[in-house]
C-alpha cells in the first residue's frame, strides 16, 4: 500500500480527479462546483496519505502553529475576500470588453492538449512572478508567510498573503486571457494548481522519479521551504518544473539528509492573521 502511495498516488489522483473535473465542466457544471469537487478529492488523498505514512512524525500539524493561522488566512483569501477563480473571470471579462488580447488559442485541440498548453505557457508567467518573491525584497515581504512554518503538511497549499496570491494567479492567467483561451480552460489551470497544491506540500512518502523532471511535486518542492537560501532559491515551479530547467533553477540531491527538515525563513514571524495580513505593508 505504502510503495502504491508513494510512487503512483499523485498519478492516482491528477488523472481521477481532474479527467473527472474534464467531465464535469464540459457537461455543464459551474466552475465553483467543479473546484470544490476538485479541493475535497485532493485533500482525502493527501490527508490519508499524511495519517498512514507521514514522511516526518514529527511535522504533525497542530491547532496553535498550523490549523488555526491556515484556515483564517484560508477564509480571509478565498471566502471573505472571494476566490481567486472569480478574480480571474473578472479579468478576463475586463480583458475581452477593453478589446485586448488575441485570438489565436487553438480552440479545436482537444480540452486535454489544450490543459496541458496551458500548463506550459501560464506556468512562465507564475514561474517569474515566484521568483519576483524571492529576489525581490518589498514582494518577499508578503510571500515570507507562506515559508515561515516550520513544518509543511497539505494546508500549507493555501497559507498566503491576500496580495501575494492574487498576483500570482493573475501571472499566471494573463499569458492565457491574452492569448484567447476559453475561461473553462482558465478554470481548469486553476483546479490543477489546487490539486496540485495540496500534493505539493504534503508529509507523507513520496517516490515520484522521472515525474520530478516534469512536475514540481513534493520531493522538490521540500527543498524550496529550505531555511538556507542558496537551497530555497530554486524549484520556483507551481505546478510544472520545466522553466526551472530552462532557467537553471531545479534542485533535486539525491540524498535525502537530514537538511531536508531544516525549513522556514529568518526570524520569528506573528502567526496571528491581522498581523500576516498588515504586516508586510510595513517597513
Known amino acids: 500500500?505504502?510503495?502504491?502511495?508513494?510512487?503512483?498516488?499523485?498519478?492516482?489522483?491528477?488523472?481521477?480527479?481532474?479527467?473527472?473535473?474534464?467531465?464535469?465542466?464540459?457537461?455543464?457544471?459551474?466552475?465553483?462546483?467543479?473546484?470544490?469537487?476538485?479541493?475535497?478529492?485532493?485533500?482525502?488523498f493527501t490527508v490519508l496519505g499524511e495519517f498512514f505514512m507521514p514522511l516526518f512524525k514529527d511535522w504533525k500539524p497542530n491547532f496553535k502553529e498550523n490549523f488555526f493561522p491556515d484556515a483564517s488566512l484560508f477564509v480571509v483569501n478565498y471566502i471573505l475576500l472571494q476566490s481567486q477563480l472569480l478574480q480571474i473571470f473578472l479579468a478576463s471579462i475586463a480583458i475581452r470588453f477593453s478589446g485586448g488580447g488575441f485570438d489565436v488559442w487553438p480552440t479545436e485541440l482537444n480540452i486535454v492538449l489544450q490543459l496541458v498548453l496551458a500548463l506550459v505557457i501560464s506556468e512562465f508567467g507564475l514561474y517569474w512572478f515566484h521568483r519576483g518573491c524571492h529576489e525581490i525584497p518589498f514582494l518577499w515581504r508578503f510571500h515570507k508567510i507562506h515559508h515561515n512554518p516550520q513544518r509543511l503538511y497539505?494546508?500549507?497549499?493555501?497559507?498566503?498573503?491576500?496580495?501575494?496570491?492574487?498576483?500570482?494567479?493573475?501571472?499566471?492567467?494573463v499569458p492565457l486571457l491574452l492569448l484567447g483561451a476559453e475561461g473553462k480552460i482558465i478554470a481548469l489551470v486553476t483546479i490543477f494548481s489546487t490539486v496540485h497544491g495540496y500534493w505539493q506540500h504534503v508529509n507523507a512518502e513520496q517516490d515520484q522519479r522521472l515525474l520530478n523532471y516534469f512536475f514540481s511535486g513534493p520531493e522538490l518542492h521540500r527543498w524550496h521551504h529550505n531555511l538556507e537560501p542558496e537551497i530555497a532559491n530554486h524549484n520556483y515551479g507551481n505546478n510544472l518544473i520545466v522553466w526551472d530547467h530552462i532557467f537553471r533553477t531545479f534542485y533535486w540531491p539525491k540524498d535525502k539528509n537530514e537538511q531536508l527538515k531544516n525549513i522556514g525563513v529568518q526570524g520569528n514571524f506573528s502567526n496571528n492573521v491581522i498581523s500576516m495580513t498588515v504586516d508586510p505593508f510595513k517597513r
Open 1 to 44: 500500500m505504502q510503495l502504491v502511495f508513494s510512487r503512483f498516488g499523485y498519478l492516482i489522483c491528477i488523472i481521477s480527479i481532474v479527467g473527472t473535473s474534464i467531465f464535469l465542466i464540459e457537461s455543464g457544471y459551474s466552475e465553483l462546483q467543479v473546484l470544490f469537487f476538485a479541493a475535497i478529492g485532493s485533500i482525502f
Open 154 to 173: 497539505w494546508f500549507n497549499a493555501t497559507r498566503f498573503h491576500y496580495l501575494d496570491v492574487t498576483l500570482l494567479q493573475v501571472s499566471g492567467a
